[in-house]
């Protein structure tokens, strides 16, 4: 009796021991791939997957930043163009020539015309001149 209920104790410990074990380490293993596979995803679509998103939030941001400037809210707007320029910078992803127009390239506020900013066109060029500092510069139309 007192030989078997070791033994009994034993077995009913370290089975469960053993497959808790075996289904942790299965389970790490398998967390371990899936995170190799989530990875192995993101560079197979690579960096124009990460551009694409990164330009999508920079329309959305500008969006944005002309709704807070036409209700009065400049200073929204203008942190706006900043996370749009940030965004942009840390994802190579450049800030599309239609929205350049839309912020000052030297005081990096946001421009709107008539408003705050001047523009104007020839076949080559947009020349935009911003009233906030008193900058101006081109954009090379594409
Ligand atoms: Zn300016």
Known sequence: MVTLDPSKVSSRVRVPAVAKNLFGALASLASKRFTKTEVGCVRKKGKAFVKEIALERI????ELAGKEFGKGNVERANRYVGVARKISSRNKATIPTELKASFCK?????????????LKKTDR???VSCWECGASFKRRLK
């Open 125 to 127: 060029w947009l020349e």
């Open 106 to 118: 030297k005081c990096h506020c946001f421009l709107k015309k008539g408003k705050n900013s001047d």
């Open 59 to 62: 329309y959305r941001l500008f």
